[in-house]
């Protein structure tokens, strides 16, 4: 059932993404899905409204790409909700999916005490998307894509309280993985992600430190 409506909504979603460069295209929105399917499967979750709300999850950055200004994911409902009307989905099910796109970027870890489980599935898959192998990848792209220097030495590595959301808070992309990436497998909300987190987490500090020994000459 979910694959048919995916091929549905699919049109509509690659004319929007067609033109991205920073790291959320298409072939997120398509990885983030099926993790979050794989997260259902074990954590009890509903695969239609996780899976669609996944494969729609960031209409808001492209939005915030066309305005140059901040679009809040409930900013994109308005569209979210025009190519749902494409399909047969009950208004149960459309409100279900908006409201996991509105709030999954409200982190508990952050104060925001989301308590939907659908909602926190899109979130932790996500954030897996954000980290490992791909992680690394993406987080280079979309500093690329936003101006921002691969490494700033002047500024000191810590580990902030909070993490930095947008690009401007971050002095450069190596100061992402301590602002927030080295910090999502502990806040994970279900303990499916939490065991692959734990294992992509590994992956990017192993880069990190190999990145930092090249960038100080020891390598």
């Known amino acids: 059932m979910l694959e048919e409506y995916i091929e549905i909504i ?37 695969k239609l409204v996780v899976g669609i709300a996944a494969f729609m999850h960031d209409i808001h950055r492209i939005m ?12 994109s409902l308005p569209k979210v909700r025009e190519i749902l009307n494409h399909t047969d989905l009950s208004e149960e099910i459309k409100d279900k999916i908006c409201f996991a796109i509105e709030y999954h970027e409200e982190y ?3 104060g925001n005490n989301v308590d939907d489980l659908n909602t926190l599935i899109l979130q932790d898959a996500d954030n897996m998307d954000a980290i490992g192998a ?11 894509a936003h101006n921002l220097v691969m490494y700033n030495e002047d500024v000191p590595l ?14 450069s992309t190596i100061h992402h ?19 692959s987190a734990i294992e992509r987490t590994e992956v990017m ?15």
């Open 10 to 46: 699919k049109p509509y979603i690659i004319d929007l993404f067609k033109d991205d460069s920073s790291g959320h295209d298409i072939s997120h929105l398509i990885r983030t899905m099926n993790i979050a399917v794989n997260i259902c499967e074990k954590e009890n979750g509903d």
């Open 64 to 75: 915030q790409n066309e305005t140059g200004k901040f679009v809040s994911p409930k900013d």
């Open 108 to 110: 508990n870890w952050n």
């Open 134 to 144: 791909i992680g690394i990848g993406r987080t280079f792209q979309y500093g690329g």
């Open 158 to 171: 810590e580990i902030e309280e909070k993490y930095a959301e947008h690009t401007e808070d971050d002095p």
């Open 177 to 195: 993985f301590y602002h927030k990436l080295f910090k999502l497998a502990d806040n994970m909300n279900t303990e499916t992600a939490k065991k």
């Open 205 to 219: 500090k192993e880069f990190v430190k190999e990145f930092l020994d090249e960038w100080n000459g020891i390598k």
